[in-house]
């Protein structure tokens, strides 16, 4: 497994998800550097052979998780995770989120909300007095007349503009694409939530409320904060 770039911050946060975990827990793993060092550990704690089985939101994560020897399950209406363990690009207050900037976000959502338990692994310095200050709201949606949902988006959000790499629009691993979008300063987020998940065209977005159980944000100086809602 390639070595991500070492981060003292990422490193305390990956340590304390990874002493979080106990034999026979199926978990959810989304995706994001933390979680990609927290597979990094459990590899290296349990010798190839972790004693859980996972679901995976992302290909790569699956990948990674391959390479520590994790037993992938899936989700197949019978499983219920003990806890989903991913990442975030900014942390709200109440543990409100944004997840998206890695383009797994309706797949990390949907192992979210098949888990127990949430725990957030991420560092401090991603913590925000409101979501949006330094991060884009990633809206996932359809390709099929994408213009027309975004015109659509554009009557509650600022601005809205595709991802794109350098040949052609970002595709999740769903095959849609993702319009970045800025969040208003002010006003009701949990009613922006849903006025986005209701509007046509719109498969997902990156707002997490209401979802997470605990924040492990790891300090540039090794030390952990736990948070709670």
């Known amino acids: 497994m390639p070595q991500l770039e070492p981060d003292p911050a990422r490193e305390a946060a990956a340590r304390a998800t990874v002493e979080r975990l106990e034999a026979g827990m199926t978990i959810g793993l989304g995706s994001g550097r933390a979680v990609w060092r927290a597979i990094e550990l459990i590899g ?4 190839g052979r972790p004693p859980f089985r996972s ?16 037993e992938s399950v899936e989700l197949d209406g ?25 383009a797994a976000l309706l797949r990390e959502k949907i192992v979210v909300t098949a888990a127990e338990r ?55 691993d769903e095959g849609h694409y993702l319009l970045d979008c800025t969040l208003p300063a002010e006003g009701d987020l949990d009613a922006l939530a849903e006025d986005l998940k209701a509007t046509v065209g719109v498969v997902e977005h990156g707002l997490f409320l209401g979802l997470a159980s605990e924040a492990l944000l790891g300090t540039d100086d090794g030390e952990v904060e736990v948070l709670t809602p």
């Open 55 to 70: 679901a995976f939101a992302s290909e790569r994560t699956r990948e990674l998780a391959a390479a520590a020897g994790i």
């Open 78 to 102: 019978s499983v219920r995770l003990d806890v989903a363990i991913d990442g975030a690009d900014e942390v709200g207050p109440g543990l409100g989120l944004i997840k998206g900037g890695g």
């Open 118 to 172: 949430f725990v957030v692994v991420a560092e401090a310095r991603k913590r925000v007095d409101r979501l949006g200050q330094t991060f884009k709201l990633p809206v996932e949606v359809v390709r099929f007349g994408w213009q027309d949902t975004r015109r659509r988006l554009l009557d509650l959000l600022p601005a809205a503009e595709p991802r794109t790499s350098p040949d052609a629009l970002v595709l999740t």
């Open 44 to 47: 290296e704690r349990f010798g």
